[in-house]
């Protein structure tokens, strides 16, 4: 279908009516409805103009997290995906991008790869899975992630899950995080926060505060 700024996108819908959209310029999804609520945010300022990421949604940290070597989280969400499989099922429907590198990737990280996205929309549930491929003569490493904004009411949201990790508090000094236990069974944000948690388990649940538990 046509998106915003005119840029190409994918709806999925899944026979229960779930559905997700995802935009090919940055293999970004923009949005999540389950029973017509949409779970995921896209920024009021967002643009879709392939000037800049699309700010919001789930966007791609490929091939580096955070600042580093090269651009700020990297290149993956600042590049065109294409289609390579999609697959309907009785109670889910899923599509998978392709992203392989060209002349822009090339400019800041000499590597050539392979990077294949599947995204999986069910009744009731959104999955993702990114899969890494070195298809050069010689090694690389790198860092991802899928940098999710949900739809939530700071006031309202928690996460739990995270009792007796181990913290870094970055609120003041982002230079010096203060080291910490969380000792909470919720996580709430009374005001702004900026903490890293180690070794977390594999699941945890949000409570958005908009009455959805994720």
Known sequence: AEGEGNLPK???TSP???EAEIYLFGGCITSWKVASKDLLFVRPDAVFNKIK???GGIPHCFP???PGLIQQHGFGRNMD???VDSQNADDNAAVTLELKDGPYSRAMWDFAFQALYKVIVGADSLSTELKITN???KPFSFSTALHTYFRASSAGASVRGLKGCKTLNKDPDPKNPIEGKEDRDAVTFPGFVDTVYLDAP???QFDNGLGDKI
């Open 64 to 66: 580096q997290f955070g």
């Open 81 to 83: 995906w294409s289609v």
């Open 53 to 55: 990421p699309i700010s």
């Open 135 to 137: 298809t050069d003569d």
């Open 10 to 12: 994918l709806v999925l």
């Open 16 to 18: 229960q009516n779930s």
């Open 202 to 204: 594999n699941e945890l």
